[in-house]
């Protein structure tokens, strides 16, 4: 039996040790089993434009630049010369043939292989003079590029498994490829990464922690449909992914409604797409999706645009979150405008929903200080039914089961629930899948 989380299937009730939030020992255990054991995400290929671009990124701990060759291959290195380990890439980002190396001046191609070394006579004929290092794997999806520390892996596309299934729901609303939108969101919070794990795949408390986002929506609305959020339903994608998702909703339910032109636009937009794909991979596309890629990926597609979540753990009780927002390149400026304006009101960090989960979640880790006597997080919502939704905590459980299996090695069965509805698993159709004309 695991000593961090209890799965009572016959009460039923689902609970974490608070411990694993706070403990030091836990923390070390997840950078060594689950971080150097995991496909994790590092960036999107649309953010590296042009050959020579690169940008840096922080990766399990390990400082990595994200680049795009001389030759348009994407390429992933370690951020530190082979000499003696200092930075090559101090810049947040740019453009560059040669990566140089401040301390001693070793020189790098993009595409990895030494161009040049200060007094090579130095060396010697046979001195073997080494090329930059790279992830034991890099791999990816659609244009969401990962990297994994771990050379015996499983592939990308097997590691993903149904998770899959939800990127294509977002990568497909553009013709173009959907595109990283400039500009970047960094945040800390003083908690430990789980929570915001947990949070981004939480349901139940949209209502009561985000008054002030719903206040803002009834204000410029004039009224809200109580029925109007539609179905949902949290599933288990397997190997930890997990989603929350909601068939199609009420037009612009969340945040201020579309002008004319720009509803029009979007309109138009879908029709296209239901032209390519079908109607009923449409309907849901034009659903919402929270989603959780194992271990620390969150993909959000709800109020007018796609949330990219990175989350990176730096201690027990401190987190790293940096957000990006992806959008169809083929849409107008108007539509754009009023998109840009409706994430930025709830994701930013200093919208109306961003702030209140922080806040939410140092109260948590405030909370744990008193874990000797309160020592369990309850996670049971939803375990006594067959059919959930997205205000249950199916989807939570999901991840907790793959951390409890790859910190402990207890594997736990998967949740019995019925199977979901057309709506929710309606396939996409190409021109290719119709029967040839008689």
Known sequence: MSEYVIDDREMPRFRVDRRVMVDPEVFAKERDRIFDRSWLYLGHESELSKKNDFTT??????PLIFARDNKGEI??????CP???AMLCRERRGNARFLTCFYHGWSFSTAGNM???????????DFQRPDLAAPAKVDSYRGFVFVSFDPDIVDLRAYLG???EYLDLVCDQSEQGMRVLAGTHEYSVKANWKLLVENSIDGYHAVSTHQRYFEMVLAARGELDPNALGESRGVDL????AVMAGRPTTEGLFGRPLSDAGAAERAARFDRLRELYGDGWVDRMRGNRNMVIFPNLVVIDLVMGVLVRKIDPISPDYMEVTAWELAPPEEGDELRKQRLDNFLTFWGPGGLASPDDVEALETCQVGYGARKELGFSDISRGMNKRVNSS???????AWWRRWNELITGEVLPPEEQDPLGEAFRAPRHTPQDAAPAL
């Open 391 to 397: 205000t249950d905590e199916l989807q939570m459980r």
């Open 75 to 80: 390429r992933v290195w370690i951020n530190s």
């Open 162 to 164: 149904a998770a899959a």
């Open 83 to 85: 000499h003696r380990g």
């Open 57 to 62: 990124r922080t990766v399990a701990g390990r």
């Open 115 to 125: 161009v040049s070394m200060p007094g090579d006579d130095s060396y010697g004929e």
């Open 238 to 241: 397997g190997n930890g992914h």
